[in-house]
Protein backbone atom coordinates (compact mmCIF):
# COMPACT_ATOMS: atom_id res chain seq x y z
CA UNK A 1 0.00 0.00 0.00
CA UNK A 2 0.72 3.99 -0.76
CA UNK A 3 -0.40 6.38 2.30
CA UNK A 4 -0.92 9.67 -0.06
CA UNK A 5 -1.22 12.97 1.80
CA UNK A 6 -2.96 16.37 0.35
CA UNK A 7 -2.44 19.41 2.02
CA UNK A 8 -3.44 22.95 2.88
CA UNK A 9 -5.30 24.50 -0.90
CA UNK A 10 -4.66 20.65 -2.55
CA UNK A 11 -6.34 19.28 0.04
CA UNK A 12 -9.48 21.89 -0.07
CA UNK A 13 -9.58 21.49 -4.34
CA UNK A 14 -9.58 17.55 -3.53
CA UNK A 15 -11.69 17.23 -0.98
CA UNK A 16 -9.54 14.76 1.09
CA UNK A 17 -6.56 15.01 3.04
CA UNK A 18 -4.86 11.62 2.76
CA UNK A 19 -6.06 8.11 0.81
CA UNK A 20 -4.68 4.62 0.76
CA UNK A 21 -3.60 2.98 -2.40
CA UNK A 22 -2.36 -0.44 -3.89
CA UNK A 23 0.64 0.70 -5.24
CA UNK A 24 -0.46 0.41 -9.17
CA UNK A 25 2.24 -1.93 -11.51
CA UNK A 26 4.20 -0.02 -13.31
CA UNK A 27 4.62 3.44 -10.83
CA UNK A 28 7.96 3.46 -10.10
CA UNK A 29 8.24 7.33 -9.11
CA UNK A 30 6.21 10.27 -8.06
CA UNK A 31 5.88 11.92 -11.73
CA UNK A 32 3.95 8.36 -12.43
CA UNK A 33 2.09 8.73 -9.47
CA UNK A 34 0.61 12.07 -10.03
CA UNK A 35 0.21 10.96 -13.48
CA UNK A 36 -2.05 8.22 -12.23
CA UNK A 37 -4.02 10.42 -10.09
CA UNK A 38 -4.60 13.09 -12.55
CA UNK A 39 -5.93 11.07 -14.62
CA UNK A 40 -9.59 10.57 -12.25
CA UNK A 41 -10.19 13.42 -14.27
CA UNK A 42 -12.41 16.43 -12.75
CA UNK A 43 -10.54 18.14 -9.64
CA UNK A 44 -7.61 15.80 -10.20
CA UNK A 45 -6.31 17.67 -13.11
CA UNK A 46 -4.91 19.98 -11.05
CA UNK A 47 -2.38 17.89 -9.69
CA UNK A 48 -1.15 18.27 -13.31
CA UNK A 49 -2.05 22.16 -13.70
CA UNK A 50 -0.97 23.78 -10.43
CA UNK A 51 2.48 25.85 -10.17
CA UNK A 52 5.01 24.60 -8.31
CA UNK A 53 3.42 21.88 -6.94
CA UNK A 54 5.41 20.21 -4.11
CA UNK A 55 6.08 16.35 -3.30
CA UNK A 56 7.70 14.69 0.12
CA UNK A 57 8.29 10.24 -0.22
CA UNK A 58 8.65 8.75 3.35
CA UNK A 59 8.25 12.96 4.72
CA UNK A 60 11.02 14.26 3.22
CA UNK A 61 11.18 17.03 0.20
CA UNK A 62 11.44 14.58 -3.14
CA UNK A 63 11.16 15.23 -7.01
CA UNK A 64 9.16 14.01 -9.78
CA UNK A 65 11.91 11.39 -10.33
CA UNK A 66 12.03 10.24 -6.89
CA UNK A 67 11.52 6.69 -6.42
CA UNK A 68 8.37 4.86 -4.86
CA UNK A 69 8.15 1.64 -3.11
CA UNK A 70 5.14 -0.13 -1.70
CA UNK A 71 4.88 1.36 2.43
CA UNK A 72 6.16 4.80 1.44
CA UNK A 73 4.14 8.19 2.02
CA UNK A 74 3.75 9.83 -0.43
CA UNK A 75 2.39 13.88 0.07
CA UNK A 76 1.35 16.66 -2.30
CA UNK A 77 1.03 20.04 -1.15
CA UNK A 78 1.46 23.61 -2.48
CA UNK A 79 4.69 25.44 -1.69
CA UNK A 80 5.39 26.11 2.22
CA UNK A 81 4.37 29.48 3.57
CA UNK A 82 5.89 29.36 7.42
CA UNK A 83 7.56 31.68 9.82
CA UNK B 1 18.35 21.92 20.21
CA UNK B 2 14.94 22.22 21.03
CA UNK B 3 12.17 22.44 18.18
CA UNK B 4 8.96 22.45 19.69
CA UNK B 5 5.52 22.55 16.78
CA UNK B 6 2.83 23.95 19.04
CA UNK B 7 -0.64 25.39 19.21
CA UNK B 8 0.18 27.32 22.72
CA UNK B 9 1.95 30.56 23.11
CA UNK B 10 5.32 30.99 24.22
CA UNK B 11 7.43 32.99 26.38
CA UNK B 12 10.55 34.58 24.75
CA UNK B 13 12.35 36.02 27.46
CA UNK B 14 11.73 32.55 29.30
CA UNK B 15 12.83 30.62 26.34
CA UNK B 16 15.74 32.13 25.65
CA UNK B 17 16.64 32.38 29.41
CA UNK B 18 16.72 28.38 29.37
CA UNK B 19 18.45 27.99 25.88
CA UNK B 20 21.58 29.84 27.80
CA UNK B 21 20.85 28.48 30.96
CA UNK B 22 24.26 26.97 32.77
CA UNK B 23 26.67 27.19 29.74
CA UNK B 24 29.39 30.32 30.38
CA UNK B 25 30.80 30.01 26.94
CA UNK B 26 27.54 31.27 25.53
CA UNK B 27 28.15 34.71 24.44
CA UNK B 28 26.03 35.67 22.44
CA UNK B 29 21.81 34.91 21.76
CA UNK B 30 20.54 35.84 18.41
CA UNK B 31 16.86 35.20 18.33
CA UNK B 32 13.78 36.47 15.64
CA UNK B 33 10.08 36.69 16.60
CA UNK B 34 8.02 36.29 13.54
CA UNK B 35 4.06 38.10 14.20
CA UNK B 36 0.79 38.07 12.57
CA UNK B 37 0.41 41.32 10.65
CA UNK B 38 -2.81 42.61 10.57
CA UNK B 39 -2.48 43.03 6.54
CA UNK B 40 -1.41 41.48 3.59
CA UNK B 41 -1.19 41.59 0.06
CA UNK B 42 -3.35 44.84 0.13
CA UNK B 43 -6.02 43.25 2.61
CA UNK B 44 -7.05 43.38 5.73
CA UNK B 45 -6.44 40.27 7.85
CA UNK B 46 -8.60 39.17 10.75
CA UNK B 47 -6.78 36.17 11.55
CA UNK B 48 -4.74 33.44 10.34
CA UNK B 49 -4.79 29.74 10.76
CA UNK B 50 -1.53 27.14 10.26
CA UNK B 51 -1.63 23.97 9.14
CA UNK B 52 1.38 21.95 8.85
CA UNK B 53 2.75 18.04 7.67
CA UNK B 54 2.77 16.42 11.72
CA UNK B 55 5.73 14.15 11.72
CA UNK B 56 7.70 15.90 8.21
CA UNK B 57 7.95 19.06 10.16
CA UNK B 58 9.86 18.49 13.29
CA UNK B 59 12.04 16.78 10.87
CA UNK B 60 12.51 19.54 8.50
CA UNK B 61 12.88 22.00 11.20
CA UNK B 62 15.89 19.49 13.21
CA UNK B 63 17.17 19.05 9.50
CA UNK B 64 17.75 22.97 9.06
CA UNK B 65 19.17 23.41 12.78
CA UNK B 66 21.54 20.71 12.29
CA UNK B 67 22.47 22.04 8.82
CA UNK B 68 23.33 25.43 10.90
CA UNK B 69 25.07 23.41 13.58
CA UNK B 70 27.63 22.10 10.74
CA UNK B 71 27.91 25.36 8.96
CA UNK B 72 28.81 27.51 11.65
CA UNK B 73 30.20 27.55 15.40
CA UNK B 74 27.11 27.76 17.84
CA UNK B 75 26.57 26.32 20.65
CA UNK B 76 22.43 25.51 21.09
CA UNK B 77 19.90 26.76 19.16
CA UNK B 78 16.12 26.73 19.27
CA UNK B 79 12.83 26.61 16.94
CA UNK B 80 9.51 27.24 17.77
CA UNK B 81 6.88 27.12 15.52
CA UNK B 82 2.93 27.75 16.62
CA UNK B 83 0.05 26.37 14.41
CA UNK B 84 -3.80 26.44 14.39
CA UNK B 85 -5.69 29.83 14.66
CA UNK B 86 -3.82 32.91 15.52
CA UNK B 87 -5.16 36.77 15.79
CA UNK B 88 -3.01 39.74 14.51
CA UNK B 89 -0.23 40.90 16.68
CA UNK B 90 -0.03 37.01 17.80
CA UNK B 91 3.28 35.41 17.98
CA UNK B 92 4.17 32.96 15.06
CA UNK B 93 7.86 31.86 15.25
CA UNK B 94 10.72 31.84 17.58
CA UNK B 95 14.39 31.23 16.16
CA UNK B 96 17.01 31.61 18.47
CA UNK B 97 20.65 30.80 18.35
CA UNK B 98 23.35 30.76 21.32
CA UNK B 99 27.30 31.03 20.61
CA UNK B 100 30.25 32.12 21.31
CA UNK B 101 30.04 35.38 19.00
CA UNK B 102 27.71 37.47 17.71
CA UNK B 103 28.46 36.81 14.21
CA UNK B 104 27.69 33.22 13.80
CA UNK B 105 24.79 33.77 15.78
CA UNK B 106 23.40 36.09 13.50
CA UNK B 107 24.16 34.30 10.48
CA UNK B 108 22.73 30.87 11.73
CA UNK B 109 19.21 32.79 12.89
CA UNK B 110 18.75 34.58 9.67
CA UNK B 111 19.93 30.59 8.10
CA UNK B 112 17.51 29.07 9.99
CA UNK B 113 14.38 31.65 9.23
CA UNK B 114 15.37 31.89 5.57
CA UNK B 115 15.61 27.62 5.11
CA UNK B 116 12.12 27.58 7.70
CA UNK B 117 10.46 30.02 5.29
CA UNK B 118 11.20 27.55 2.04
CA UNK B 119 11.60 24.58 3.31
CA UNK B 120 9.39 23.27 6.49
CA UNK B 121 5.94 22.42 5.69
CA UNK B 122 3.84 25.07 6.85
CA UNK B 123 0.87 26.76 5.14
CA UNK B 124 -0.46 29.86 6.08
CA UNK B 125 -4.63 30.36 5.53
CA UNK B 126 -5.71 33.91 6.26
CA UNK B 127 -9.49 35.34 6.77
CA UNK B 128 -9.82 38.59 4.79
CA UNK B 129 -13.05 41.14 4.34
CA UNK B 130 -13.26 39.18 0.92
CA UNK B 131 -12.99 35.66 2.74
CA UNK B 132 -10.23 33.37 3.32
CA UNK B 133 -7.65 32.22 1.25
CA UNK B 134 -4.35 30.58 1.09
CA UNK B 135 -1.01 32.44 1.18
CA UNK B 136 1.02 32.39 -1.69
CA UNK B 137 4.67 31.54 -1.05
CA UNK B 138 6.62 34.40 -2.39
CA UNK B 139 9.83 34.64 -4.63
CA UNK B 140 11.30 36.84 -2.37
CA UNK B 141 11.70 33.75 0.43
CA UNK B 142 12.91 31.36 -2.16
CA UNK B 143 15.91 34.31 -3.32
CA UNK B 144 16.31 34.65 0.30
CA UNK B 145 17.14 30.82 0.53
CA UNK B 146 19.15 30.69 -2.47
CA UNK B 147 21.96 33.01 -0.71
CA UNK B 148 23.02 30.46 1.66
CA UNK B 149 22.98 27.54 -1.17
CA UNK B 150 27.01 26.07 -0.92
CA UNK B 151 29.03 25.96 -4.73
CA UNK B 152 27.85 22.53 -5.90
CA UNK B 153 24.64 21.55 -3.73
CA UNK B 154 21.60 20.09 -5.76
Not at chain 1, 48 to 62: E, G, K, S
Not at chain 2, 33 to 57: I, K
Not at chain 2, 99 to 107: L, S
Not at chain 2, 115 to 120: G, I, N, S, V
Request: net charge negative.
Amino acid sequence: MLKILYFAGLRERLGQGSEELELPAGVRDVAALRDLLAARGGVWDCLLTLRNLRYAVNQQMARLDSPLCAGDEVAFFPPVTGG
Amino acid sequence: MRISVQEGDFDVGAELAALRQGNPQIGAVASFVGLVRDSNDGAGVAEMSLEHYPGMTEKALAEIVEEACRRWAIIDALVIHRVGRLLPSEQIVLVAVAGAHRGEAFAACEFIMDYLKTRAPFWKREVTPSGARWVDARAADDQAAERWQEPGAD
